[in-house]
């Protein structure tokens, strides 16, 4: 049976201005190529700019705001700051992060775990590249100002050469 004969049986559907080309170079592999005939009758026109509001794809810029706790205790707000260290979304800055605070939140102020906190909502990439000093990255003002930005710059230089890895959440 044919591919585009199982592609339908299934019922997965190319739109019309798709064509299905099926390659096959060795035996028994067959590749699947998809590419555009040109009868889609919209092409003629420009693609809508990204922040033009008559685009149904726009999004205007916004910010979530953060949820305020103003009466979180010290200690519930280190260890919420040690799960948001460890679960961030990539590894690098997780690993970085989470050996940080393993190491330095026990002895920071209110003040620099308030800093701290604000900086953790930077995006990951900005976070490893600023602490990192990866070349070509600017780290802005307000993030050099920080108390806790020299120790998080000094803490990825991993200067004992030690292999890490993330620490414990809890004890159980």
């Not at 010290?74 to 970085?96: F, M, N, Y």
């Not at 909502?121 to 020299?150: C, H, M, Q, S």
């Amino acid at each position: 049976m044919s591919l585009s004969r199982t592609l339908n049986r299934i019922g997965f559907r190319l739109p019309v201005s798709l064509s299905l080309c099926i390659t096959s170079s060795l035996p028994r592999t067959t590749g699947l190529r998809l590419y555009a005939t040109g009868e889609f009758p919209d092409w003629s026109r420009k693609p809508p700019k990204p922040d033009d509001p008559n685009n149904p794809e726009y999004l205007p810029d916004m910010k979530i705001p953060r949820p305020s706790r103003p009466n979180e205790a010290t200690e519930q707000k280190r260890a919420r700051l040690v799960w948001a260290s460890r679960k961030r979304g990539i590894l690098e800055t997780d690993l970085l992060l989470s050996t940080f605070a393993g190491k330095h939140l026990a002895g920071l102020s209110r003040e620099e775990l308030m800093e701290y906190d604000d900086f953790l909502e930077e995006n990951d990439w900005d976070i490893y590249y600023w602490i990192t000093g990866a070349e070509g990255k600017i780290v802005p003002e307000r993030v050099k100002a920080l108390k806790i930005f020299p120790r998080l710059v000094e803490h990825s230089k991993n200067t004992d050469r030690k292999i890490l890895r993330m620490p414990d959440l809890g004890k159980k």
